[in-house]
């Protein structure tokens, strides 16, 4: 079974600043995700990546396979960034249900 | 709206009483995942079907659970004899294939009482 470890747990910025947040895991992965959840529930999906980096926006995603390792970024903060983001990954080999970390809960301060 | 859909979107019940969920995928997408997720925690997979045929189940899914998907549309998730331990909130997601990324609807909150 895949283990997702994310750091940190919990973030609180000042507006503007530039945020990363990490996730590993531990076994091979088909492709690896990061989404973004808002109080009440709802999952957004911002990226799906396998190998390299992704931009949409101010957001930018990157993963690197060897190590195992991914990475979000946020670029010039807000506070409507505030949410909980999540990293999943997918195993593949049939078996793409989603394996989550347990989420980073960031906290944008005007 | 063509997203997905849940319904109900809270659900109180008693212990011991059964509960059953509905999704309602994306219209194309032929795969349909259900997870589960407690405070505080991220959500964790329990069964996905590609068109009507369940093809995984997580070991989380007990006797007490079942999930269908008759025609390959919308899909429901039964919990009979519900324990308070089953409260949480009940996500589905769909998506169009193998490895292509998974749109997810607002969820279901379970509360057992």
């Known amino acids: 079974k895949n283990e997702v470890e994310q750091s940190p747990q919990n973030l609180t910025a000042q507006e503007g600043e530039f945020i990363t947040i990490n996730c590993s895991y531990s076994?091979?992965?088909?492709?690896l995700h990061w989404l973004q959840q808002h109080p009440g529930g709802g999952i957004v999906s911002l990226f799906m990546?396998?190998?390299g980096k992704k931009k949409h926006g101010r957001l930018i995603a990157t993963i690197n396979i060897q190590e195992k390792h991914s990475s979000l970024h946020i670029t010039a903060s807000h506070p409507r960034d505030s949410a909980v983001y999540i990293c999943?990954?997918?195993?593949?080999?049939?078996?793409?249900?989603?394996?989550f970390g347990k989420g980073t809960h960031l906290i944008i301060q005007p | 709206d063509t997203g997905v859909s849940q319904d109900p979107r809270h659900k109180i019940t008693k212990r011991g009483q059964n509960v059953t969920f509905r999704c309602d995928p994306i219209?194309?997408?032929?795969?349909l995942y259900w997870y589960r997720q407690t405070l505080g925690q991220g959500p964790e997979f329990l069964t996905y079907?590609?068109?009507?045929?369940?093809?995984?189940k997580s070991r989380l899914l007990s006797d007490r659970f079942s999930a269908e998907r008759p025609k390959g549309s919308f899909s429901t998730l039964e919990i009979q004899r519900t324990e308070q331990g089953d409260s949480a909130m009940y996500l589905c997601?769909?998506?169009?294939?193998?490895?292509?990324?998974?749109?997810f609807g607002p969820g279901t909150r379970l509360t057992v009482l």
């Open positions: 997601a769909s998506s169009l294939g193998l490895y292509n990324e998974q749109f």
């Open positions: 076994v091979g992965i088909s492709a």
């Open positions: 990546l396998s190998s």
């Open positions: 999943a990954v997918s195993s593949g080999g049939g078996a793409d249900g989603l394996t």
């Open positions: 219209s194309e997408h032929n795969r």
């Open positions: 079907f590609q068109n009507e045929a369940q093809l995984e």
